[in-house]
């Protein structure tokens, strides 16, 4: 029997309807409220908000739980296809053989950046953010597909599987050509013939006459951290993305809004922060105390790096799996990383902390994954552009559901005025 919750505000009682998900977790709805309270509802960060339903991902914060269309993450990093994953987020489903192999070829089809939009790229600074370079890239790509991103819901869906093959495609090539721009390097054309994943290595590592070919060890760890990264439910760069594409943005446009909202270092950006935090203690020769103790101030901008989750209370289940994997691919392609002791050293230390241990912070993705990419030979500053390229299903998988939601409506929260009262202009010569 459907739930209903009670309110009661000024002795009279209002029902609200409750919901529930597929896993149990449990919704007041309170869109009425409103209409017939005169209240809105009020969540500051909208941490306590469901902003929508979705059957892409479940999160289970206080267990540590994740899992993409029902499947734990557990499972699919132990078969590191980061495009077989990508398929599930987008799709709903597991790729079937045929499924996989059109869709790859789609990616791979897809893959080369037009040689106009090469020219925005050589437009920015050498020294420019990857993710400045990166959002404005992708924001461009409307321009180059106006047929596709048409800004009208429907029209836009007929297209999607082009539009969804050339996002994550070209989110590859366009980072491997940041990296190519500020190295002074010339930019490297796709291979037709090469995974995903080896593509990219391709187009950032290949010297002219010598074609880059990656170590197997490489190629799975890449796909790993970009599978850690292919959804993450309603957090602040999807929401932006669902935010942006309510508004019948296209699937592009709606895209470059999340990276922007990635780029900062309290969300993608945490993995380039860490590595700097890491770094720094090395070069100090310090054992971290000093960050941990600034961590304990209570600034914004002295929190430890990697550490703290919006959601997660127990444990982040990615970190787990990708700070197991840095020993492993560590190992196998004989790195011995300083900042990967000093990172095992931090997180003992935090996590004997009373500060850390009651509020509940724990390592999260970001902490382990910057040690991973640099010891497959991503550079630092380019991190948070392969978180990117990582969450592209997300993105799209959202903007879908956006998109394809009949009863959907634009995203527009509401707000607390607590500005000036009413008062009159003043003419300048009245003015202190
Ligand atoms: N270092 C020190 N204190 C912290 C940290 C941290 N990393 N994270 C949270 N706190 C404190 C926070 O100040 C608050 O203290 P108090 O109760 O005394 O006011 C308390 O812990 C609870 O904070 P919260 O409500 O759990 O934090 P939040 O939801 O506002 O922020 C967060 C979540 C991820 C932005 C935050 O933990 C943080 O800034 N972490 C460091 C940046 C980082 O690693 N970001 C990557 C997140 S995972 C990748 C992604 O999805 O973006």
Known sequence: MAKTALLKLDDKEYPLPVMTGTEGEMAIDTRTLRATTGHIAYDQGYGNTGSCESQITFLDGDNGILRHRGYPIEQLAGHPDFVETAYLVIYGELPNATQRKEFGLRLRKNAAVETQMQKILEGFPTSASPMAMLSAMVSALPAYYPELATNNFEKDLKNFDLTAAIAISKIRTIVAMIYRYQKGLPFVFPKQELTFCDNFLHMMFSEPYQDHVPLPEVSHALNLVLLLHADHEQNCSTSTV??????????????????????????????????????????????????????????????????????????????????????????????????????????????????????????????YSGIIMRAIGIPMNMFTTMFAIGRAPGYIANWKEVASNPKGRIYRPRQIYVGPAKRDYLPMADRK
């Not at 300083?338 to 850390?356: G, H, V």
């Open 242 to 367: 669902r935010m942006v594409g309510s508004s019948a943005a296209n699937l592009f446009t709606s895209i470059s809004a999340g990276i922007c909202a990635l780029s900062g270092p309290l969300h993608g950006g945490a993995n380039v922060a860490v590595m700097q935090m890491l770094q720094s203690i090395h070069d100090e020769g310090d054992d971290g105390t000093r960050f941990i103790a600034a961590a304990k101030s209570g600034s914004k901008s002295n929190r430890l790096m990697g550490f703290g989750h919006a959601v997660y209370r127990n444990f982040d289940p990615r970190a787990k799996i990708i700070g197991e994997a840095c020993d492993v691919v560590l190992k196998k392609l004989g790195i011995n990383d300083p900042l990967l002791a000093i990172a095992k050293n931090l997180e003992q230390a935090a996590l004997r902390d009373e500060y850390f241990v009651s509020r509940k912070l724990y390592p999260n993705v970001d902490f």
